[in-house]
């Protein structure tokens, strides 16, 4: 027997509807590529989304259609994230950190029809256009006094496709499981894969993100956006921003210290959200400059995902800023909130020193994801935060397969996906990342965290960068070598930190030899290409092996 | 083109699920009926919860089928509510403080095949059951030791059920739209009509209730339901419960303000929810006893509905429980949650006394609900907190249908719940209701609230309790006739209470008439009979009409 409650669908048209319903006063400051601070509202992001949503049509733009963008965050990527979803095309949003060839392949893959993008990247658009096939027009996000010029015959411009048309645009009645946008990984081995979110994980997702014990974005919150809108949805924050109505303020390409900290101010910025870099840049202003921030900020919370937060980021933020620091964990195929790390009443209580191991895991999965760890064999290990195991999650917001893989199977039995990382679970839900799963060192059945012992050797005073690579050993199967950068101007020896390391870490995971380099690869976002170490240090053999 | 998400349905066994793996130990209280607390936990819930089902499967409950409940609050209550729509039956929550001849009706009308019911409820069941046909078993909610003798044969025994099952039991994968639960309407005219939620509606529903900008169920938060489990899903709290972590307190019959207080300071209770009546004893208890409800309690917010909230009470509970009051609106037709009366910064930097008439509206639609107001015609009335209209509401958690009546419409043709309520709508999206519509006075084309009038009227200090009704006029239509009780041992003159009104509301709405009575008409849910005071004043005239 079926229920009697009306049918609503969950659209991302829905969210912006609301918006301009239940509060189109609700401001959106960006800071614009072309310099000046712009103050928009939910009401005119509506009325301008719909508008782009006709100049799209106009353009030929089809349901299901890619329309892509290589754009900083602001009001007119804003507008694309509603107008491109809203009509039934399919929002791709470009991270234009990726290398020129990743960019060709991921717009050629996509088979993106329309490309977007700030006045900033025309020479990279340029570079890659003769490339692009599928794009039949290129659109620059800016007003007719700012069109550069340019090589690309029948550039467009922005403003003007929005001038020429009419706000009167009726959002279409989707089924819930249409593609609302599509996002590219950025792995560090093999190509980038395209997750293709629907509008039904998109609002879900959104829902879930506007709940106390998710990210908890609500009315009462300005919230400032680091992260990008290229990233994985900004974590859904300009959905869930259009769900509840908070300010939102979109700080453009400038995310040095200084800028990023005058709109905390200027804005009265409540909440901000992103990756661990650019807060270390934050805080390196702030201290420099001898700035007051707990007096001059109204910040509360400070969401950090993307990499592991350092305990001196929870502590300077805490002390300094006045602000907590919620550590978040998530990817590309999860939309990307898996969990959060909320504290418990028990743990507010603890003195921070004391609750810091607790704030630096990446925290409990949020109502809508299921997460197991299994060992190797795919069976099931205990949430008693000991155990370490392959990571595993399930949930309405969690791909099921790749855009145009859809036939090679990235679930297993039960429906999981692998996230490739290596964690362990506490009584209380609390996940901690250990390692990912193609780093962790098999060393005679046990598991040594790649990640663990990096972090001991980044403790020495002399130590700048150092990595762990498990080496094949014919005993052992594999043991790690640390691979360390030393400090500019220093020397260090291979003793000196094995005996370093001696106490600190258990004593079968102390490395077998230790390397000194004076660099070490890294992907385009940042982080260790541990693959690529791995590649360098192909032929390396243990002195004793 | 369809996105590529896993699909996962919303099902109320995956908020239990949820529990039982990301928070198993958080806890649910119960004042019991037979008198001790008892302590349980969600795991516990879930555990028992299968045990039910597999009893309930053994008596022959089929998918579909509706099981019975006539029960106050309590940790057994919770269980029937996840076994009973887990397992695909739906579970009917009767309120037992209807009049004997409503709940034959109610029980007949949903042809309801198990009972299941408390202890204190054996002599109504009683009397009943000859003519409850369609209950194949009667369940009473106790354990062995306090299973009571009784006329009807094959009595059953909650905890034996469970006892003789084992708690191996794997919910169904239904269709998210199946039915969950059924909740008659106590309407003051015609028969009652059954809501029939679904899974969908009820997991949507209470993920809104999670977020901030609604009722902002946490896993911090401990929550007194007073609102009753048979009261329209206790507004969401068993699910949002499940779904959050939140310790539930359940208080079973005792809401007398002893009672109430005492579950308050003993739990901690953060979050309290229920109709004003109660608040009211509870205020009068602290009051009359000199307690220090901010000293003594943690309670930070009392959520009320049901009835609109007097200025007094936000005042009491804010000066002498430091709690807020969070007013909300809703309706069985709404599952309830509709609006809900969160503050935004501008409010809070305000005195209390310059903040009540923003505290007191009926609050903010939450996202999933869209409001209209309407004239008579269904045109639309503007949002500027002045035009008062007919108060609709769509959304995925209101009705589209009654129960058994599925092919009466009770939609417009945008698809909107006519509440029956006249409201306005301010610019920051704040409902407030005037008047029911039946109620209000439709004079010369304007309309006068009733409610208004008597708020009005019972502000003077020899009025007990007052009523305004319409009486048919031959020049204006209708015109307002005033109906007082008098405090006892007081005397009142017509003259007195229309000088007490004059300046205190329009000339235009001051009452044609103020008649004395002895006692006025109430619903068995204790509010004012409207429709039985017009009869009885049918042949009522103007004196000079």
């Known amino acids: 027997m079926l229920g009697l409650m009306q049918e609503h669908k969950l659209l991302v048209s829905s969210l912006i509807e609301h918006a301009a319903s ?28 719909q508008r782009l949503a006709n100049a799209l049509e106009a353009l030929g733009v089809q349901r299901g259609e890619r329309v892509a963008t290589l754009a900083w965050n602001g009001y007119r990527h804003m507008e694309l994230y509603f107008a491109v979803s809203g009509m039934g095309a399919v929002l791709h949003t470009v991270n234009p950190r990726l290398f020129p060839e990743q960019l060709e392949y991921i717009i050629g893959h996509a088979e993106d029809a329309v490309l977007c993008f700030d006045l900033g990247f025309l020479p990279l658009v340029e570079s890659l256009a003769p490339r692009l096939s ?46 609302a946008s599509l996002c590219y990984t950025s792995g560090t081995t093999g190509m980038p894969k395209g997750v ?10 959104a829902l879930g993100a506007c709940t106390v014990d998710n990210l908890a974005l609500s009315r ?50 409540t909440l901000a959200l992103g990756v661990p870099t650019v807060w270390m840049m934050l805080l390196q202003h702030a201290a420099s400059n001898g700035l007051a921030p707990s007096v001059e900020l109204a910040l509360r919370r400070v969401v950090i995902g993307g990499a592991a937060v350092p305990h001196t980021m929870i502590e300077s933020f805490e002390r300094d800023f006045g602000a907590s620091v919620v550590h978040a964990w998530g990817m590309t195929e999860t939309s990307p909130v898996g969990t959060v790390c909320n504290l418990l009443a028990k743990h507010r209580a603890l003195p921070l020193e004391q609750r810091l191991p607790a704030q630096a895991k990446q925290g409990r999965a949020v109502f809508g994801v299921s997460l197991k760890l299994t060992d190797d064999t795919g069976r099931r290990l205990p949430h008693d935060g000991e155990a370490a195991g392959h990571l595993k999650i399930r949930g309405p917001w969690v791909a099921r397969a790749y855009y145009r893989e859809e036939d090679a199977p990235i679930l297993d039995e039960e429906g999981y996906f692998d996230t490739g990382d290596v964690a362990t679970i506490d009584a209380d839900g609390y996940m901690q990342i250990t390692d990912r799963s193609k780093d962790v ?16 050797a980044m403790g020495h005073p002399l130590v700048a960068e150092a990595a762990v690579i498990g080496i094949a050993h014919p005993k052992w199967q594999e043991r790690p070598l640390l691979v360390v950068i030393t400090k500019p101007g220093q020397v260090l020896e291979r003793e000196t930190v094995l005996r370093y390391l001696d106490g600190r870490v258990a004593k079968w995971w102390l ?25 360098q240090f192909r032929d390396y053999r243990f002195p004793d092996g």
Not at 155 to 167: F, K, N, R, W
Not at 441 to 456: F, H, P, T
Not at 511 to 535: S, Y
């Open 22 to 49: 239940c509060h189109p006063g609700a401001e959106i400051v960006s800071r614009t590529v072309e310099g000046p601070i712009h103050r928009s509202t939910y009401g005119q992001v509506r009325r301008r989304a």
């Open 134 to 179: 599928s794009v039949r027009a290129f659109v620059v996000m800016t007003d007719r006094a700012h069109m550069p010029a340019s090589s690309l015959p029948d550039l467009l411009c922005y403003e003007d496709l929005l001038a020429a048309q009419s706000d009167d645009y009726a959002w279409p009645d989707l089924d819930e499981g249409t593609a």
């Open 196 to 205: 293709l979110y629907s509008h039904r994980s998109t609002v879900l997702h």
């Open 220 to 269: 009462d919150e300005t919230a400032l956006l680091v992260v990008p809108m290229f990233h994985v949805n900004a974590w859904s924050m300009p959905y869930a921003g259009a769900m509840s109505g908070a300010k939102l303020v979109l700080p453009g390409p400038a995310l040095d210290g200084a800028s990023v900290y005058q709109l905390l101010r200027d804005e009265g910025v």
């Open 441 to 456: 060192i098999k060393s005679g059945g046990e598991w040594i965290s790649s990640i663990a012992l990096e972090n001991v």
């Open 511 to 535: 490395p077998d030899d230790v390397v000194f380099v004076a660099q070490l690869p890294h992907t385009a976002t940042g982080k260790l290409h541990k693959a690529r170490l791995r590649e």
